[in-house]
């Protein structure tokens, strides 16, 4: 048989920032693919809706309102997950945000927020669930959710552009340290999706016209086209696959004139 398996059956898996957005389509994705998922967010109501999604999916659902950006809360979270869940397969580094202040703007909290939020975080995390899976051998992944802002300059912020151009180096160092327990590390590098992250941005039609001209299909994306290309990276049809970036951008990064 050549075709692997792209289900998830008898898997756990942690999602953060799944209580909306991408994170919410790429946990209840894991869990149609047949995963079991603790989501992490810190918006409570946010939380319950994607569990009852996970549950209609028929997979058991771990809740944990946090702020991914706390050491503490991240290794207690960690801790009630391993519990209930006995070993964690999967990790998704999801949580995210962005001010979008121009270079010469940015303050100081604004760095820290945005630095803590989506790197410091992503980083904790795989620490934090990293020692688990070396432990455990058992063919774990790793998944962190970048941006093309981390390939191609953006207009929406130096800030947010350096920490998804770090996640996309991060995941090529913890690939290679961590090749040696069986754990892959690969990240999703998507475009624009409708999410409330770009809500504002995407109902100003210029700024849409301006997103369509240098992307080759010619249209925004759809939160179902970027779960295909997670269960992809979170599945054993990605087993030979470590340390890439793919970009879910309907051919933005490759556009040239
Ligand atoms: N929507 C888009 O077009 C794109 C999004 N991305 C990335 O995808 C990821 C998800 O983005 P969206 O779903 O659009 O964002 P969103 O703003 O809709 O959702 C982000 C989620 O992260 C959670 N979160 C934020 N800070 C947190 C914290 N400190 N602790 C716990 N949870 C926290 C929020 O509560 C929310 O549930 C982000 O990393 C973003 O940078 C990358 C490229 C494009
Ligand atoms: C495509 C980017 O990751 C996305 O675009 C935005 O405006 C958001 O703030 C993100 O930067």
């Avoid at 964690?88 to 995210?96: K, Q, S, T």
């Avoid at 001010?99 to 803590?116: C, G, H, P």
């Avoid at 989506?118 to 980083?123: D, E, I, M, P, R």
């Avoid at 179902?224 to 933005?252: C, H, K, R, W």
């Amino acid at each position: 048989m050549y075709l692997p398996t792209f289900r998830l059956d008898g898997k756990t898996a942690i999602v953060t920032g799944a209580g909306r957005g991408i994170g919410r389509a790429i946990a209840v994705g894991l869990a149609e693919a047949g995963a079991d998922v603790a989501i992490m967010s810190r918006t409570e109501s946010d939380l319950r809706e994607t569990a009852r999604l996970i549950e209609a999916a028929g997979r058991k659902a771990c809740m944990l309102a946090m702020d991914v950006t706390e050491r503490d809360q991240v290794q207690k979270a960690v801790s009630v997950v391993i519990d209930e869940f006995k070993e964690i397969n999967i990790l998704v580094n999801n949580a995210g945000m962005n001010i979008r202040s121009k270079a010469l703007e940015v303050t100081d909290e604004e760095w820290q927020k945005i630095m803590d939020t989506n790197l410091k975080s992503a980083f904790m995390m795989s620490q934090e669930i990293g020692r688990t899976m070396a432990d455990n051998k058992n063919g774990a992944s790793i998944l962190s959710i970048s941006s093309v802002g981390g390939h191609t300059a953006l207009r929406t912020g130096v800030v947010y552009a350096a920490t998804k151009a770090a996640m996309i180096q991060m995941t090529k160092v913890l690939a290679l340290e961590w090749g040696t327990f069986g754990i892959r590390v690969n990240s999703l590098g998507p475009w624009y999706f409708k999410t409330p992250l770009t809500e504002k941005l995407l109902s100003d039609e210029q700024y849409v016209n301006d997103i369509l001209a240098v992307t080759p299909l010619n249209r925004i994306g759809e939160l179902y086209e970027i779960v295909g290309p997670a269960v992809f990276l979170a599945s054993d049809a990605s087993s030979y696959i470590t340390g890439q970036t793919l970009f879910v951008d309907g051919g933005m990064t490759i556009k040239g004139f």
